[in-house]
């Protein structure tokens, strides 16, 4: 491994990566801000309480199938990195209208987990107090489902060809009009009938249309795209390379999704506890979460370099751009374990002044500094795997450190010995921990077979940049 840093010009990669990075970094804050946004406005409506619960149990169902439909089109990331690397534009266009068909597919059972959602919610034993409160944000929000599949289709197009600005513009303005619009639907203002958190969802379904919308007349319009011909024509299904689309993102589907269900089970399972427990559990995950973002953003472009770099035929580079992103992230999540620790009772009050649900959220972020470290670690190798296409084995490691280890010591935790929402956080970071570990050392693995295939250390010295 020091050989291949050896010579290297750290501070260059750094700032490519975050050449990258950077724009999905905001984009994402922006995106969350509006989830963020919600449970503030949230917090101000009467009965508190279980506006916030219903507002976090049904996000959490959202969120489930949202990391379904994240995971099955980001194959769409490293494809198009891969083959522009490798001069392959118009390729790399075709690959994406066949993704099309796959975002149509996933449209429908999303639109119908949402609008029907109350037996679900039901079936998972959710306070009957919040279960109609819930149900009827999820019929809003549902919405959007289309929306958000196209969206998503292309913003991973566009930061595959290296180019991740519009994913910061469409995210400011999504988040610049989510509060104008939950103000006057939320509380109702300009004659709009008080609809509290079901506005909240009407309001989220109109940001994602007018997003979508301005992704694709700036994808239409912008010369960055001109050699893809990406909107030239349209094609019918090619099944084949559907077929193969679903092979790769399939599995990253799976491993979002056993991931995500860790703390969609998390949410759904102190949802037993009542709204005081499961309000407190929303604000600290929901601040952790906006966290998260720089992760995920990090991960974006970390794959994207990966891809990028392994398209050229350069797996040096590749396994390069991956270490660097690990020193980046470490860096990162210091800020965000230290804010935490140091700054509660502040971020606490950002949400809710309610003096039952506060000094519970307060203890709760106390857990939440602490995995900051194993979820960005685990998210930055899951990035990096992406890049090489490499989507099997995560699954494996999410099943186990997700469910095995971290939802059944939560549980455990939670009920068997009473520690209340403490408890299902510990699971988590139990399971964060293992995931991480695991990753890390497939990531090693991984990156030694592509420069053992690919050629020596010599393939990389004169790589490119793509980001610049």
Not at 292 to 304: T, Y
Not at 352 to 363: E, I, K
């Amino acid at each position: 491994m020091n050989n291949i840093t050896k010579g290297k010009n750290h501070p260059a990669e750094i700032r490519r990566t975050m050449h990258l990075a950077a724009p999905v970094i905001i984009g994402q804050i922006a995106v969350f801000s509006m989830n963020f946004v919600d449970t503030v406005m949230s917090g101000r409506l009467p009965n508190k309480e279980i506006a916030l619960a219903a507002l976090g149990i049904g996000g959490a169902v959202w969120s489930a199938m949202l990391m379904f439909v994240i995971g099955s089109l980001m194959i769409v990331q490293p494809t198009v990195a891969q083959l522009d690397g490798a001069g392959r534009k118009k390729e790399a266009a075709a690959q994406t209208r066949q993704a099309l068909w796959i975002s149509f597919s996933l449209a429908v059972p999303f639109w119908l987990l949402c609008y029907f959602s109350e037996p679900l919610l039901t079936a998972f034993r959710i306070d009957p107090v919040i279960v109609p409160v819930s149900a009827g944000y999820l019929r809003a929000v549902s919405w959007g489902a289309p929306g958000i599949c196209l969206v998503f289709l292309l913003r991973f197009f566009s930061e595959g060809t290296g180019y991740t600005k519009p994913t910061m513009f469409y995210g400011v303005i999504g988040a610049l009009l989510n509060i104008p619009l939950n103000y006057v639907l939320m509380f109702g203002k300009l004659g709009v009938p008080a609809l509290g958190t079901v506005g909240c969802g009407y309001a989220t379904s109109i940001v994602i249309w007018l997003q979508f919308l301005m992704l694709f007349f700036y994808i239409r319009t912008h010369r960055h795209y001109d050699p893809f011909e990406l909107m030239s024509h349209f094609e019918r299904p090619d099944w084949s390379v559907i077929r193969d689309l679903l092979k790769v993102g399939l599995p990253i589907a799976a491993a979002i999704m056993v991931e995500g269900s860790l703390f969609v089970g998390a949410a759904l399972l102190i949802g037993r506890l009542g709204p005081v427990p499961a309000a407190a559990h929303l604000i600290a995950i929901n601040f952790s979460a906006l966290m998260f973002m720089i992760p995920i953003g990090l991960a974006s472009a970390v794959s994207i370099r990966i891809g990028n770099a392994i398209g050229r035929a350069e797996p040096v580079a590749a396994r390069y751009a991956g270490m660097i992103g690990f020193v980046i992230i470490l860096f990162f999540q210091t800020i965000s374990a230290t804010a935490m620790f140091v700054f509660p009772g502040f971020i606490v009050g950002i949400y809710t002044d309610d003096l039952v649900v506060a000094p519970l959220a307060v203890g709760l972020l106390f857990y939440a500094a602490i995995f900051q470290y194993p979820d960005g670690l685990q998210m930055l190798a899951a990035g990096a795997l992406r890049g090489y296409k490499d989507t099997r084995m995560p699954v494996l490691i999410t099943i186990i450190s997700f469910w095995i280890v971290g939802m059944t010591l939560g549980y455990y935790l939670t009920f068997n010995r009473a520690m209340g929402p403490a408890g299902m956080w510990i699971g988590m970071i139990a399971g964060l921990t293992v995931a991480a570990g695991l990753m890390l050392l497939r990531f090693q693995h991984t990156s030694n077979r592509f420069i053992r295939r690919m050629g020596s250390e010599n393939t990389a010295e004169s790589s490119p940049d793509v980001a610049a």
